[in-house]
């Protein structure tokens, strides 16, 4: 049992050691990719896989009923709130012009919001225009 | 005589599982949500006792009294199976999409980002929210843009420098799509995503605005 027990300590260290590793490598992902859209990307997805393996790693080593329910819902939070952030961040980058275009290879969402702003010209009723909420 | 609290099922106007207080301003309750609500609260006490219980529901009520939602039907189902098989394939998809970003970050040559629309196949609002959310989790792109009308998906992706690498994105959002909408959704939008992934070029979107 004690056998058992040691080798759940070292594997929750060991998770949280390669949780806090991935971490370190979307920070310098963030660091060398060129442009904001590229640095989400480095932001968001290697942060969230690193959290959850940090939080699986602190679980094995509470090994508290409700300890772990808790560490499941900063998980579950996680998971929901990281790409809401992630999405406005990348949306407000697009719309201020903060992303080159000339670099994208290319892009369906230019000609589409181009063709929204040539389009409220007075016509006869309410036009179902494309939404931009 | 009028009653203080109306159950819903009681009164079919209602939506499921909800209560009813009489008065001015018709308040709802939604009784799942605020289950949901104390159940959070009790686990940031982190000790399961009657006093947390009964302060969690009474804090619950009093949000939902002072900050209503609207009134709508989120048309959310649970499928646990379904909730299974979603929850295996995003773990697997984050860790090949950790493994995927952190080989681009350090790949030392340019690559080639572009932005692609993605049409889906459901129009639900709630399986629009939970897909993106789904997408943004996993490998091939991070969402930019969506919209609600004609429920496209508009992602970022990282490295497309080949066709197949965008037809892999979009084909992994169509799949996350199926699962997402196979946990949560209903039976006819279950019937919607059995279909084929709408072609590339979705077509009739240039008349549907003339």
């Not at chain 2, 943004?136 to 066709?163: C, Y």
Request: aromatic share 6%; glycine share 8%; charged share 20%.
């Amino acid at each position: 049992m004690n056998v058992l027990l040691q080798i759940m300590d070292t594997a929750g260290a060991a998770l949280v050691f390669v949780g806090a590793v991935i971490c370190l490598l979307g920070a310098i992902g963030m660091l060398r990719l060129p442009d904001v859209l590229s640095r989400s990307h480095a932001a968001t997805k290697p942060q969230t896989l690193g959290l959850l393996l940090v939080l699986a790693g602190v679980a094995l080593r509470l090994r508290g009923g409700m300890d772990l329910a808790t560490l499941a819902l900063i998980g579950f939070f996680q998971l929901l709130t990281s790409p809401v952030a992630s999405h406005l961040v990348a949306r407000s980058a697009y719309r201020t012009g903060q992303v080159g275009h000339s670099e994208l290879l290319f892009d369906d969402l230019d000609e589409q919001l181009t063709v929204a702003e040539e389009e409220p010209e007075p016509g006869p009723g309410p036009k179902p225009g494309p939404e931009r909420d | 005589m009028k009653r203080f609290v109306t159950l819903s099922y009681r009164d079919p106007d209602l939506p499921p599982f909800s209560c009813a207080f009489p008065g001015r301003r018709g308040r709802v309750l939604d009784l799942p949500l605020i289950a949901w609500l104390t159940l959070i609260w009790v686990l940031l006490w982190s000790t399961l006792t009657w006093a947390n219980v009964v302060t969690g529901v009474v804090v619950a009520v009093a949000v939902c009294l002072a900050f209503p939602l609207p009134k709508v039907d989120l048309g959310l189902r649970l499928h646990p199976w379904g909730i299974l098989v979603l929850a295996g394939y995003l773990l697997y998809d984050m860790y090949t999409s950790g493994v995927q970003v952190t080989r681009q970050i350090f790949a030392g040559r340019p690559h080639r980002p572009a932005v692609i629309g993605v049409p889906l196949r459901c129009r639900s609002d709630l399986m629009l929210a939970a897909t993106a959310v789904a997408v943004s989790n996993v490998p091939g792109g991070s969402v930019i843009e969506v919209r609600r009308a004609t429920g496209t998906l508009f992602l970022h992706v990282l490295d497309a420098d080949r066709p197949e690498a965008l037809e892999a994105a979009r084909r992994s959002v169509w799949r996350l799509e199926a699962l997402t909408v196979r946990a949560f959704g209903t039976r006819d939008e279950i019937d919607r995503v059995s279909a084929p992934p709408p072609p590339t070029e979705p077509p009739g979107e240039g008349e549907a605005r003339s």
